[in-house]
């Protein structure tokens, strides 16, 4: 019985390697155009990415690194989700302009609000530099020595590549470092804030829904892009003018229905689809369980004073939500690989991998991989979980110990010069005032007291009232004067002293240890992705995600998560004003949105039934970093904004299941109606283009038959 499950679901595996997938948009010809349009898509490889001509890629743009944006006009105007611009709203909101609570919308031009340290990066052109970066890197060099040849490698293809003085570039590994790939950018920096509705729209549903179908979130933001009157980019000025991108997106007012082709083009983080058995058991067993159990501890405190002090909650809305965030996710991703039996499926493929290997006689070559990872995986287990347990307690969940962190630092630097002591001191200094911007110590200790606990025994919790860094004045005290006086003054403060000691222990036994064995893991999981792709060559293999521009595809589909329970892939207003609960954090309704709602307002934002469309599925493989990400519809038309994926479906950054996963986008007409109807920034749309291609194409059709018929 076991072999045939076994078996099974090893068939499952091959037929599921037919989907999933963020592919390179430079190398989209064959294959994947083939694919696309086989799944009703009629746009051709250089419609999407071409160097010498305009393509959508033009539109695209890395959202500060984190998250994805797309130009939706001819003068720049951008579109991402309400979460990525969330730092952005919650720096500019205060008790008295609360664009949290209440939404933001600049009706002119003048109004439009820059931000700090925030750029937005488009792709110029992407070259294959394999060749280049491997010359001379041979298997009888040692790891590290062909690390650094390849290392010194990129620097000179980097140095030499052909690029304007403006533009940069920056060379990225694929397929685990089989394959290399040249980008060259530009990136603009002078970036306003142009609109956002309330949290009520944008966060709808908040953590409870987050993760979750059926979904009912506004999740979008618009910002613009600003150039000098050269186009280029420059640092904020006010005589910068609006950009005028090579390509920005039509706006399709036709939406979509089940089975439509959509394409979801951005630049998803990180995704760890070809690990052994072995790794994904401990990321689930010992790793999630770990990091979820201390945040679950940290938004306890956090979430109580949110709810109970407005100021606070302004402060903290950001440092919750990404907390939030990933343990929401880590869950999910927990029962995602248990219910689609992820690690018997990969030990399957495991299987048949040897087998094939031994079969073709590749042994001596690759005998070893699959072993010696499951060594060292078992050998690192101790010290990942202790690593996890101090980022999550240290560095990711309350504000003293991070600060801590980095003095001890310092006081590293000092005992190499009193320069690079002076730098570090800077960049303290700089940190220190941002965390000090929404910084409570009442919340922090509170935190403090939740999940110290979970790291050590011994609990001190009233350095908080000792210390002098619950205060941003008497924390830059301690720093004045030089090397020899601050870091005496710093061996006296409470918390330096109660904390230093646990952050020396991870320098000299935690850290070390776990970097001796980290790289020989990824040497060896570099070494098991080329055995595969030769061991098992008729496999559908996409390099997993890095932080650079991809391209996913699939069709609007629902799912089934359980027994007898099928979801579609459409929400509509119905189903915010059914979630509606007044007063409350997550699932009030605005005013204003109830009013359009019961006199159906709705203007040209409904699909043909006189409903307005909120959110929809598709089979797209997206990740974190998708976020804002464009849902293109088979002409090249923005249909919606993707924002997150299904609960059943969060463990594909490891395994892509198409029976579950599902990405999560907002349907364009959602957004345009907000935009319209409830925020009354018409001039926005009016930007647009908006455009009707189903419609169009029916028209066509039938036009043709009358003819045929003449
Ligand atoms: N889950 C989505 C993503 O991974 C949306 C997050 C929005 N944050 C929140 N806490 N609701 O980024
Ligand atoms: N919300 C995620 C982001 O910020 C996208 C959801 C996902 O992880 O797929 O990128």
Redesign the pocket.
Known sequence: MRIFKILFLFIAFQVSAQQGGMWIPSLLQGMNEDEMQSLGSKLSAKDIYDVNNSSLKDAIGHFNGGCTSEVISNNGLVLT?H?CG?SQIQSHSSLENDYLQHGFWAMNLDEELPNDNLYIEFIVRIEDVTKQVLEGVTDDMTDRAQQSKRGSNSAAIERAAKKEAWQDTKIKAFYKGNQYFLFVTERYTDIRLVGAPPSSIG?FG??T???VWPRHTG?FSLFRIYADKNNRPAAYSKDNVPFKPRHFLPVSLDGVSEDDFTMVFGFPGTTDEYLPAVAIAQTVEKINPTAIAIRTAALKVIDAFMMVDDQIRIQYASK???I??AW??WQGENLGIHKSGAIAIKKAQEAEFTKQMKAKGLEAKYGTVLPELERLYNEIEDVSVKRTSFMEVFLRTNELTPMIFNLVQLEAAAANSEETFEKQRDANIGRMKGVYKNYNAEVDKGVFEEVMPMYADNVDSSIYDKTAFTNQESALKVLEGNSTEVLEKLNNDAAYQYLKPYIIEFYTTIEPKFQELNPQINTLEQQYMTALMEVLPKQRYFPDANGTLRVTYGKVKGYEPRDAVYYEPLTYLDGVMEKYIPGDYEFDVPEKLQELYAKKDYGQYTDSTGKVPVCFLGTNHTT?GN?GSPAIDAYGNLVGLN???VWEGTMSDMYYDPEICRNIMVDMRYVLFIIDKYAGAKHLIDEMTLVRPKTDAKKSKKTKKVKRKK
Do not use: V
């Open positions: 989700n979460h969330f966060k908040s953590d829904d987050n993760w999740d919750q939500a990404r939030a965030n929401k996710k974190g976020s924002f997150d994926r």
